[in-house]
């Protein structure tokens, strides 16, 4: 526990300095925001700030940092100082910078902010990949909810009874404004979910189980720890509690909501690192399960701990919860990918959205898809399983654009860069070692994909200083002329 405890201190702590020194970095200011200038009364909609943080806490949330932290916790304790260092000085970085860069840019979408600093290609690439995850988002967190849903009911509302509920449900969140469904049950969803975390954190330290300590040793525990090692395996299952580029999809939204870029860091930066206290206190529950239950780390099922976690500790209060967080987190996280994917693919079309008619021609194509992912994915287990691990891979790259373009931005503007480059070098090597080792990617040996993955490294090295010289080259060419 004293790990734990130092861990939890770490990611407070984080906050107020290292996100101190972000706002620092970024310099908010008193600057009108999209949310005022641009009001339609549909996305860019002025909201309490509150409200922003609850609902941008629950939109990169969800079942994430829950579910990914107990598969997580089966490698040990490494999963700890990932969890404290992936959310200090790299998931709240991504997310505040993502955040920021599109209200200080009219409230724009990621793919916009990427092509900015990217060009136009990477744009083009990036609103096609945005859109493509957002989708399988939706569909992965819609086919989920109405299995366990089925389950609940009679056998008469089967599972596609209710995935016809929770469909319809994310059609009306992705049509309806901003704040007639997500603003208004977002907050207590949002609740809920911290209510239960804060539940366990307290069952913890009653409890006080003897949870290993990193002093211990970092060594992977996971039964399949010989095929699932933890340089990369890790670092892309435990993503929503430390970094994912799913959130700079969903930024952009509460960026049309603020009234102030001075509360950036709280909003962003701060959902981010109350995320990761949430992924560390299930990563520390499900050790303890683990080590409690016979055979418990063999359990690969996510939502069995969640059920005996919540109903051991937390009674009929914490079934009750456990319910609510295995079935309407996911759904909150579906119904802002849809809408995320409207406003990509509306600021790519130069289509203002305050007509009905005009939403619907975006939405009606992408639900189209939507339902032909989900069929695919009700077939048979293994097609919905192939969809959910090419999600999480598909996240975490889009984390490294997200990441290349805020440093670029910092090189432009002249900022300390150093922030986000060493992070979009290490999730660069992450990422393509995963698809490399992975058991749904190439399947290489081991040692094969980790000199790929440095090699990745060392190329995006040399792209980046030979961009950054040839850069210095034409200010000072420019400059030379204009001293003439």
Known sequence: MISFTLCLLALIVGYFTYGWLMERVFGPDDRKTPALTKTDGVDFIPLPTWRVFMIQFLNIAGLGPIFGAIMGAKF?????????????????????????????????????????????????????????????????????????????????????????????????????????????????????????????????????????????????????????????????????????????????????????????????????????????????????????????????????????????????????????????????????????????????LHLNQKSMKRRLYISVPMFAAAIGLLLYSFEDAEGFNMIWRYFSWSNQVLAVFTLWTITVFLVVTKRPYIITLLPALFMTSVS?????????????PHIVSYVIGIASVVVACVWFFVWQNRRKATEGKETRKLSV
Not at 116 to 121: A, C, E, I, T
Not at 286 to 295: K, N
Request: charged share 10%; net charge negative; with cysteine.
């Open 76 to 348: 040990g304790t490494s999963s700890y100082l990932w969890i404290v260092l992936g959310s200090i000085f790299a998931g709240a970085v991504h997310d505040y910078f993502a955040g920021m860069l599109s209200m200080r840019n009219g409230g724009e979408s990621l793919p916009e902010t990427v092509g900015r600093y990217l060009g136009l290609n990477t744009m083009q690439v990036m609103r096609g990949f945005s859109v493509l995850l957002l989708i399988l988002v939706g569909s992965v967190f819609a086919a989920g909810p109405a299995g366990l849903l089925a389950k609940l009911t009679p056998d008469s509302l089967d599972a596609t009874f209710w995935l016809i509920v929770v469909f319809a449900y994310y059609v009306l969140a992705t049509l309806l404004p901003v704040d007639k469904i997500i603003g208004k049950i977002y907050p207590l969803f949002a609740f809920a979910l911290l209510f239960m975390a804060v539940g366990i954190l307290v069952m913890l330290y009653v409890h006080h189980p003897a949870l290993p300590e990193l002093w211990d040793g970092l060594q992977n525990t996971n039964p399949a720890g010989d095929a699932l090692p933890i340089f990369p395996i890790m670092f892309v299952s435990i993503a929503c509690g430390a970094i994912s580029g799913f959130h700079a999809t969903q930024s952009p939204m509460m960026a049309r909501c603020m009234t102030s870029e001075r509360h950036g860091r709280p909003v962003f930066y701060g959902a981010m690192i109350t995320e990761g206290i949430v992924a560390l206190v299930w990563a520390a529950a499900a050790t303890y399960f683990f080590q409690s239950t016979p055979d418990g780390i063999h359990e690969n099922n996510a939502a069995v701990i969640v059920d005996s976690i919540t109903r051991g500790w937390l009674g009929k209060v914490g079934g009750v919860l456990a319910i609510l967080g295995v079935i309407a987190a996911p759904i909150t996280s579906g119904d802002t990918a849809f809408r995320s994917a409207r406003l990509i693919v509306a600021d790519f």
């Open 432 to 444: 393509v070692t995963y698809i490399c080792i992975a058991p749904e990617g190439l399947r290489l």
